[in-house]
């Protein structure tokens, strides 16, 4: 089974990039039975897709985050990375990795971001 584990600073200043990690055991982020994705969710409000990198090392991002965003790779770690850059209070929020597989995907626990004014 997948596991996942995000990883990072829980506090940014805003202006900075937010950098996290996700961390992969149990399965291969080269092996194409995957996807791997980030989402957040902001408090109070509802889960945002951000962007996915394919077992290639191709990715795709959300329109609205996309001049932002970049979703990167170490396969020597079993890792994938986000960075979002230019970052404000709007930010905050619980940020979870996924594994897009079938027929379940698997999430990390998420990690609380807060973006400090």
């Known amino acids: 089974q997948v596991q996942l584990q995000e990883s990072g600073p829980g506090l940014v200043k805003s202006s900075q990039t937010l950098s996290l990690t996700c961390t992969v055991s149990?399965?291969?982020?080269?092996?194409?039975?995957?996807?791997w994705s980030w989402v957040r969710q902001p408090p109070g409000r509802g889960l945002e897709w951000m962007g996915v990198i394919a077992f290639s090392g191709s990715t795709s991002y959300s329109p609205s985050l996309e001049s932002r965003t970049s979703i990167n790779r170490d396969t020597s770690k079993n890792q994938f990375s986000l960075q979002l850059s230019s970052v404000t209070p709007e930010d905050t929020a619980v940020y979870y990795c996924?594994?897009?597989?079938?027929?379940?995907?698997?999430w990390g626990q998420g990690t609380q971001v807060t973006v400090s004014s």
């Open positions: 149990g399965g291969s982020i080269t092996s194409n039975s995957y996807r």
């Open positions: 996924i594994a897009i597989t079938t027929p379940n995907d698997y």
